[in-house]
Structures are given as C-alpha cells and as structure tokens.
C-alpha cells in the first residue's frame, strides 16, 4: 500500500485537491458574490470533480514511471517502484483504473451540468497524458511545456463545470444585462498562468538532475541538448517572468492594501530570489524543488490570504 502511495505522489494529490478547493472558495466564490451571484455547483459534486482529477493527476505518474523505468534506475534521483517492488502488469492495470474512474466521474458531472461535451476534455488529457509518457517528452522542451500546461488547467477545471451551471441558472439576468462570467475566467486564469510557469520551472531543473538518465533513454531536455550551466540561465530567465508577472499582477489587477504588498514580497518575491541564487550557485538538488514547489503553495495561497485578510 505504501509503494502504491509513492507511485501515484501523495504529496502532489493533495498539492492538487488544495489547488481546487482554494480556487473554488476563494476565488471563483468571492468574485461571484461581490457581483451578486452564488456558486451552483452542489458541494458533493465539486468533491468528486476533485477526486477525478486526482485519479487523472495519478495515473499520469504510474505512466510516466512505467515508460521511465530505465532513465530513473540511471540518474538514481528517486527509488524505482514499477517492475521492482509493483509489476509492470500491476502498474498498467491501476492506470486504467484511475482513467475509468476520472472519465466515469466526468461524465456523470457534464451530464448533471448538462453539457455532456464536457467528458471530452477529461478524455483527452487522458490521451495525451499516455503520449506524454510514451512519446512527447522525448521531444526536445516539449515534455515540460506539455507538462506545464496540464498543470495549468487544474484551476480552468474549477470553472469548466460552474461557468456552463451559472449560464444556465442565470440565463434570464445574462439577457437583459448583457452580463458575462468572463472576469471568473480571467481570475482564475491568473492562478493557472502561474502555476504553468512555476511548473515549467520545475520541469527543467529537474532535467539537469536526471541529465545522465535522459541521455540513455534518448530524451531530449534542455540540459541535454544545450548543458546545465545554460539550463540555469533560462530558469533564471523564467524567474524574471515570474517576478515581473507578480508585480503587474500586483499593480493592475489586486487590491492594493499594504498587507497583501507585504504577503507578495516577503512570501513570493523573496522566496523567488532566494531560489534563483540556489539554482546559480548549484545548491542541492532537494534544497532547489523544495523550493519552487513551496513557491507554488505560495502562489496558491495568496487567495487564501486575501480572503483572510478581508
């Protein structure tokens, strides 16, 4: 039980169900309450909206793990599970466990929410997921864009069954007030942007710890095709997008009360920088992706602050 726990990322699921739950409660709530409209989707169904997710978000790790078995034995930065202490058989059954539930649960939501088209897009993170693992992550930066993308859209899934259910129930008042929930997408929006760029982020260092794996599996990263030290300097790169993303998010498009200039600084801004100089001058590798992914909690966690602090 305790090897199944490690191959599907336990820290990570809950990373992803704190993810949801914040988007939900503290962006996509308060944005609607402020212009006089209330959440639609039932507390019960959103719970399982998460859960499906979380299922898609596991099988994608059983996947990649069972195409990287030869990459992870060689760079050595993290125990090997399939074939060792769980099948490859085993591993392949629990994937398609986890895809059937995903997929069941998303269909049983789009149909409540009566736009059944909605399964689709579950379907085909699905697909692209097992390419991820099978084909495009060998394919020069584009595992880590894909990957950064996917993650992306886990606040998008917050809204993709509430936004179809506000429509509906508020058809009357989107008629004659000309009103749209588009400033609930763009909201939400804004977290997903950063959370693909820290994901990015994320991917690409860990690429130069696992550089000696990739090279004999044939994958193609950044550090790979051009060195780490040049590596460094795109994360450095990024990091810069990200802190001049956070100020001009901070600038035109939140409340400008001294205490959340305060929560953007000392726990976003600071910790960016402090990262960037772990990256340049080669700290441990645990000590770097702690980092970046305490900075995505953070990321997350500004709207739970603002709520808070209201």
Not at 15 to 39: C, D, H, N, S
Not at 90 to 119: K, T
Not at 293 to 304: E, F, T
Request: with cysteine; hydrophobic share 55%; glycine share 4%.
């Amino acid at each position: 039980m305790l090897e199944i726990l490690k191959l599907i990322r336990l820290r990570t699921i809950a990373f992803t169900a704190f993810t949801m739950y914040a988007i939900r409660f503290f962006v996509v709530q308060p944005v609607l309450e402020k212009a006089g409209f209330a959440l639609q989707m039932p507390e019960g169904n959103f719970s399982l909206l998460v859960i499906a997710v979380c299922c898609l978000v596991s099988a994608a790790y059983v996947i990649n793990d069972y195409f990287d078995t030869k990459a992870d034995r060689i760079s050595g930065n993290r125990s090997v599970i399939v074939g060792k202490t769980i099948s490859r058989r085993a591993a392949i059954i629990l994937h398609s466990i986890l895809n059937v539930v995903a997929v069941g649960i998303a269909y049983y939501l789009a149909r409540e929410a009566h736009h059944a088209e909605i399964v689709f897009l579950f379907l085909i993170i699905s697909l692209v997921l097992w390419f991820y693992s099978s084909r495009i992550k060998k394919r020069f930066i584009w595992g880590n864009i894909v990957v950064a993308i996917l993650a992306g859209l886990i606040p998008l899934t917050v809204i993709a069954f509430e936004i179809p259910l506000l429509s509906d129930v508020y058809s009357d008042v989107v008629l004659k007030t000309h009103v749209s929930f588009a400033y609930v997408f763009y909201w939400t929006a804004c977290f997903s942007y950063f959370l693909f760029i820290n994901m990015l982020i994320y991917e690409i260092n860990k690429d130069i710890y696992s550089i000696n794996g990739d090279q004999a599996d044939g994958i193609v990263t950044l550090p790979v095709k051009f060195g780490i030290p040049a590596t460094r300097k795109v994360i450095i790169g990024l990091i810069t997008i990200a802190i001049t993303s956070l100020i001009l998010f901070l600038l035109f498009g939140f409340t400008r009360t001294p205490i959340v200039w305060i929560y953007f600084v000392v726990a976003l801004i600071i910790p960016y920088l402090f990262y960037g100089y772990a990256v340049l001058k080669n700290d441990k590798m645990k000590f770097q992706l702690r980092m970046i992914r305490l900075i995505m909690v953070l990321c997350i966690g500004v709207s739970v602050f603002c709520k808070l602090c209201e």
